[in-house]
């Protein structure tokens, strides 16, 4: 059974930082990706960044160079750190896993991020 389970969001002003991590537990798949997605009220879901079971790292557009995005394996824990944050970087940010940067499955139930 695939438990992934964010932590860290929380209020915050813009121009400061936050990290959220991402516990995943019961996966065991050797090739994998894991990445976060965001979504705000009455936008679509958005794909911030993933990272592949070699370590190559992708960033939407919009977030590079402000967001950056680590695992520590040992803890089979995600991490999104995100600087700088802006108003628009509000949403219900999510952690996701799958065999391959394209597709999927898992997800965990989100921790909401809002700047203001």
């Known amino acids: 059974h695939v438990q992934l389970v964010e932590s860290g969001g929380r209020s915050v002003q813009a121009g400061r930082s936050l990290r959220l991590s991402c516990a995943a537990s019961?996966?065991?798949?050797?090739?994998?990706?894991m990445g976060w997605f965001r979504q705000a009220p009455g936008k679509q879901r958005e794909k911030v960044a993933t990272i592949g079971s070699d370590g190559t790292t992708a960033y939407a557009d919009s977030v590079k160079g402000q967001f950056t995005l680590s695992k520590d394996n040992a803890k089979n824990t995600l991490y999104l750190q995100m600087n700088s944050l802006k108003p628009e970087d509000s949403a219900t940010y999510y952690c996701a896993a799958g065999g391959t940067c394209s597709s999927f499955p898992y997800w965990g139930q989100g921790t909401q991020v809002t700047v203001s």
């Open positions: 019961g996966y065991t798949d050797s090739g994998h990706c």
